[in-house]
């Protein structure tokens, strides 16, 4: 089994890159890639996990866009594969979108304190050193608290973009994402791009419109689409050229979601390292 989109505590998971690996492997996953948002900083840990495990690991990334619409832009969120994480144009912009996540957080923070008993080292807390923060460590800090039982019950309340406490982040346009993750060697592939209920989702002429400029991919099978989208995504990657992927969205115990839930075919995966600038590390291949 392949699944193409994890999550350590690097970012919004609750587990270290390398418990990613031992989960995949207890699964019976034999690749996996970790994807932290907006950051390779658990690509390291990982790399070293891959033998011990016996787990296949594909590096890459999560990074939060936005895309241009008549009423002012949608969220999209842009997995990268087998990039060069030192290429300095796609480094700097993932640097302004971590330190605006930051600032982003402490004003979410400070609004909810106003009707709920939480502080900014509650958040802390919730985070593990060096990570990006996001809002799965407010909820898991409004979790800690007392507020919410569940990360879903914050998300579907409190931090959900209509919420008075939600506050907005910088977040690079996702045309300009696509050609930065091409320029650094990388394979751009959208996620989940029809998980309503996470907020709107991009149109069908928005995904057209990126794969013109370079979009390799779509992300068919995940947990919040339904058998029209799925179907649906298969029609519309076959008619624009895209490869179609599927994953389980892992984020440990921070979500509901399975390791190999979802899982990608072995000739998708030799598609995007071949069209990669690393390779996929393999057990014993280094």
């Not at 996953?29 to 787990?55: I, K, N, S």
């Not at 809002?135 to 800690?144: I, T």
């Not at 115990?253 to 071949?274: C, S």
Request: aromatic share 4%; proline share 5%.
């Amino acid at each position: 089994m392949i699944d193409l989109h994890t999550h350590s505590c690097e970012s919004d998971g609750t587990q270290t890159p390398r418990q990613v690996l031992q989960a995949a492997a207890a699964a019976g996953v034999r690749t996996v890639a970790l994807t932290d948002h907006d950051t390779t900083a658990g690509w390291a840990q990982a790399a070293q996990a891959v033998d011990e495990t016996d787990v296949a690991l594909v590096r890459g990334i999560e990074i939060s866009t936005r895309a241009a619409t008549p009423d002012g832009g949608i969220s999209v969120h842009l997995l990268a594969y087998l990039h060069d994480p030192e290429h300095p144009a796609l480094l700097a912009e993932l640097t302004r979108t971590r330190d605006d996540r930051v600032a982003r957080a402490r004003r979410m923070t400070e609004r909810l304190a106003e009707d709920f008993p939480l502080t900014w080292d509650d958040v802390v807390a919730q985070t593990s050193h060096g990570a990006t923060v996001g809002r799965p460590h407010l909820a898991d800090a409004l979790v800690a608290v007392g507020v919410v039982e569940h990360r879903d019950e914050a998300f579907a309340t409190m931090l959900h973009p209509g919420a008075p406490y939600y506050v907005p982040h910088y977040a690079p346009d996702t045309a300009d994402a696509v050609r930065a993750v091409l320029a650094a060697g990388g394979v751009p592939v959208m996620a989940h791009p029809r998980a309503g209920q996470r907020g709107r989702v991009v149109t069908e002429q928005t995904i057209a419109e990126l794969a013109t400029v370079g979009l390799a991919g779509l992300e068919a099978d995940h947990r919040d689409h339904d058998a029209a989208d799925r179907v649906r995504l298969r029609e519309l990657a076959a008619e624009l050229g895209l490869l179609v992927t599927g994953a389980s969205d892992y984020h440990g115990a921070g979500k509901q979601n399975r390791l190999g839930e979802h899982t990608t075919d072995p000739a998708v995966l030799a598609e995007i390292e071949d069209r990669g600038t690393l390779e996929v590390l393999r057990p014993w291949s280094r």
